[in-house]
């Protein structure tokens, strides 16, 4: 009876080590979270957002307005276009066979979008959709996210991880590795590099003025990091953004003096805590999930979160804040400026929200 006891600790200690588990998480030590209060308490202050097309979209997480229309992508596949004074139905105009998320207009009146499935797709004026990157360095991409268009045409795109799909997302939330790149893709050459790697779940991505630099959002980073494209900095990287008060998803820039800045999410310290435990991490993937000691990092995408977003200036300072604390706007996933408004894109929304450009905090 000892012996096979004995046996029975080897065997249960030899499982909590060794089992196969699909994170192999890597500790870091993230930034203190900043507190919601000062220029972030939260005041509801989406509660007077107008809900444009409610119920009538599936998931539009990112919009590119051209023409006196909005665009978006939808779950199904859809991309569609709606009149931005918010009347009629939204209108097919292609379906990429995957899942549309950034998208962006090039010079030629092309939608260029980031499918999650597919990767980098151009759909024509006509409806037309074409594949213009798949892979890069001969991988297929987990997920393209975001993306932004150079005046030279090059195209600067987001793959959150070189590891796991949409469908696996929550695992690379709760693996929390720099995993994530960005990639340029030249159509002069019809061919892709990655221009920057070690992203910790590389999202939105923008060009500076002139294009002296590109952005991309780091979700699990709480920042956004720039790589120098002109000047004597020139290939080099460093951060324009740090600490954010959520997890960055899209930015756009508005042509003038400011970056919008979607927060996905709200930081949550107590998760936070486990990014330097690895090992605690592989514990808790290994055990029953009632004993986990922080059992919400099993939720990954499905932890409880609220629509909140920033403006930035050209220095990289937060300027703007708002949030949808208490009220009924979930995750933001984009923010555009268009005449005087913010069009606000949501992952798991059936609506565009749209409110009045505030003021500075």
């Given at each position: 009876m000892?012996?096979?006891v004995?046996?029975?600790i080897i065997l249960?200690i030899?499982?909590?080590l060794?089992?196969?588990?699909p994170i192999?998480?890597?500790?870091?030590?993230p930034?203190k979270?900043?507190p919601?209060?000062g220029?972030?308490?939260r005041r509801n202050?989406?509660?007077?957002?107008?809900?444009?097309?409610?119920?009538?979209?599936?998931?539009p997480?990112?919009t590119?307005?051209?023409d006196?229309?909005?665009?978006?992508?939808?779950t199904?596949?859809?991309?569609?276009?709606?009149?931005?004074?918010?009347?009629?139905?939204?209108?097919?105009l292609?379906?990429?066979?995957?899942?549309?998320l950034?998208l962006?207009?090039?010079?030629?009146?092309n939608?260029?979008?980031c499918?999650?499935?597919k990767?980098?797709v151009?759909?024509s004026p006509?409806?037309?959709?074409?594949?213009?990157?798949?892979?890069?360095?001969?991988?297929?991409y987990s997920v393209?996210d975001d993306?932004?268009?150079?005046?030279?045409?090059?195209?600067?795109?987001?793959?959150i991880?070189?590891k796991?799909?949409?469908a696996?997302?929550?695992?690379?939330?709760?693996?929390?590795?720099?995993?994530?790149?960005l990639?340029c893709?030249?159509p002069a050459i019809?061919?892709?590099?990655?221009?920057?790697?070690?992203l910790?779940?590389?999202n939105g991505?923008?060009?500076g003025?002139?294009d002296?630099?590109v952005?991309?959002?780091?979700?699990?980073g709480?920042?956004?990091?720039?790589?120098?494209?002109?000047?004597p900095?020139?290939?080099?990287?460093?951060?324009?953004?740090?600490?954010l008060p959520?997890?960055?998803?899209?930015i756009?820039?508005?042509?003038k003096?400011t970056?919008w800045?979607?927060?996905?999410?709200?930081?949550?310290p107590?998760?936070e805590a486990?990014?330097?435990?690895p090992f605690?991490?592989?514990l808790?993937m290994?055990?029953?999930?009632?004993?986990?000691?922080?059992?919400d990092?099993?939720q990954?995408?499905?932890?409880p979160t609220?629509?909140l977003?920033?403006g930035?200036?050209?220095?990289?300072?937060?300027t703007h804040?708002?949030?949808?604390h208490?009220?009924?706007?979930g995750?933001v996933?984009?923010?555009l400026?268009?005449?005087g408004?913010l069009?606000?894109?949501?992952?798991?929304?059936?609506f565009?929200?749209?409110v009045p450009v505030?003021?500075?905090?």
């Amino acid at each position: 009876m000892e012996i096979a006891v004995v046996i029975a600790i080897i065997l249960f200690i030899a499982y909590l080590l060794c089992w196969p588990i699909p994170i192999d998480p890597k500790g870091w030590n993230p930034p203190k979270a900043p507190p919601y209060e000062g220029r972030f308490e939260r005041r509801n202050s989406l509660a007077s957002a107008e809900k444009l097309w409610r119920g009538k979209l599936a998931g539009p997480e990112a919009t590119a307005i051209k023409d006196g229309y909005v665009y978006t992508g939808l779950t199904n596949g859809n991309l569609v276009c709606m009149k931005i004074d918010g009347e009629g139905e939204p209108e097919v105009l292609a379906n990429t066979g995957g899942h549309p998320l950034g998208l962006k207009f090039d010079a030629a009146g092309n939608l260029i979008v980031c499918d999650a499935e597919k990767g980098l797709v151009c759909v024509s004026p006509a409806g037309e959709v074409s594949v213009l990157s798949s892979s890069v360095d001969g991988r297929k991409y987990s997920v393209a996210d975001d993306l932004a268009i150079a005046a030279d045409g090059k195209i600067y795109f987001s793959d959150i991880s070189t590891k796991f799909t949409m469908a696996q997302a929550s695992y690379a939330i709760m693996e929390d590795n720099p995993d994530g790149v960005l990639v340029c893709y030249d159509p002069a050459i019809k061919a892709s590099h990655v221009a920057l790697d070690n992203l910790r779940l590389a999202n939105g991505v923008a060009m500076g003025p002139n294009d002296d630099y590109v952005l991309v959002n780091e979700t699990l980073g709480f920042c956004v990091t720039r790589l120098w494209l002109k000047g004597p900095k020139a290939g080099q990287r460093d951060t324009f953004v740090s600490n954010l008060p959520g997890g960055p998803d899209n930015i756009t820039f508005n042509g003038k003096d400011t970056y919008w800045v979607a927060l996905a999410f709200p930081r949550y310290p107590h998760l936070e805590a486990l990014a330097p435990q690895p090992f605690l991490k592989k514990l808790m993937m290994r055990l029953p999930r009632f004993l986990a000691p922080v059992p919400d990092f099993f939720q990954g995408l499905h932890l409880p979160t609220y629509g909140l977003f920033v403006g930035v200036d050209m220095n990289g300072n937060i300027t703007h804040f708002m949030d949808a604390h208490g009220g009924d706007i979930g995750m933001v996933t984009s923010v555009l400026e268009y005449a005087g408004h913010l069009y606000l894109g949501g992952l798991g929304s059936d609506f565009i929200a749209r409110v009045p450009v505030p003021a500075p905090v």
